[in-house]
């Protein structure tokens, strides 16, 4: 696809239960981004990756939440022992060039995560 | 605390008549601003952007403003149209994280036919 593609669309997990987010960046986008949007906020940074490398994940909530790509394309985010406060939109983003470059994002549809 | 703020939830207006949309920051770090548009069930995509060097930035029907000296932005569209009924989100960031970028709580815009 020419867009940047998550899934599932939509997730119910049990408190206590692990997740796993899927992105399917723009195919050749160096930079891929993971954003949280809780109900009525606007996104907030998770983390970042150049390539495969993880370059920040300053803003990863906790210990729980980890987020790879290991072959610098598909990107994974994963969430252990699943909280309520976990329960928000998360979207991810691609750019063709690294940050530095004020290249703009292009975001996928989101997956809804839904913690009960 | 809020770096990037959208102090207006939501806004309404005519067909054919300007919509203003508001943003405050507080970083003075911030150099590059971005408005995203974002429809239900979509991811926010780009519209407008303006680097600190400028004060206006204008594309088509779209026009963003700056005013550093008060931290303040602003999104110009003129004429609205039904279509740009979406929520518009005002983003931010130092030049050298790029677009590792500050967002606010977005306006939900409604342009009436």
């Known amino acids: 696809g020419a867009g940047v593609s998550q899934s599932p669309r939509y997730k119910v997990a049990k408190r206590g239960q692990d997740v796993a987010l899927r992105c399917d960046p723009i195919?050749?986008?160096?930079?891929l981004f993971w954003y949280q949007q809780a109900l009525g906020q606007g996104p907030e940074f998770l983390t970042y990756?150049?390539?495969?490398?993880?370059?920040?994940k300053s803003g990863l909530p906790s210990d729980r939440f980890f987020a790879e790509r290991p072959e610098g394309s598909v990107s994974t985010l994963k969430i252990q022992r699943t909280q309520q406060e976990d329960s928000a939109v998360y979207l991810c983003?691609?750019?063709?060039?690294?940050?530095?470059?004020?290249?703009?994002?292009?975001f996928g549809s989101g997956t809804q995560l839904s913690v009960l | 605390d809020q770096q990037v703020k959208q102090n207006s939830p939501s806004l309404s207006v005519q067909e054919g008549r300007i919509s203003i949309l508001n943003c405050d920051y507080t970083?003075?770090?911030?150099?590059?601003f971005l408005w995203y548009k974002k429809y239900p069930a979509e991811g926010p995509t780009f519209l407008i952007s303006?680097?600190?060097?400028?004060d206006k930035n204008e594309d088509g029907r779209f026009t963003v403003f700056l005013n550093k000296s008060a931290k303040h932005l602003s999104l110009h569209i003129v004429p609205s149209q039904p279509g740009d009924s979406a929520v518009y989100f005002c983003?931010?960031?130092?030049?050298?994280?790029?677009?590792?970028?500050?967002f606010g709580a977005g306006t939900i815009l409604r342009v009436k036919s």
């Open positions: 983003a931010a960031s130092p030049t050298e994280y790029g677009n590792k970028l500050v």
């Open positions: 195919s050749g986008h160096v930079s």
């Open positions: 970083n003075s770090m911030f150099d590059y």
């Open positions: 983003a691609s750019s063709l060039e690294g940050v530095g470059t004020n290249e703009k994002l292009f």
């Open positions: 303006i680097s600190s060097i400028k």
């Open positions: 990756f150049q390539n495969e490398a993880q370059l920040d």
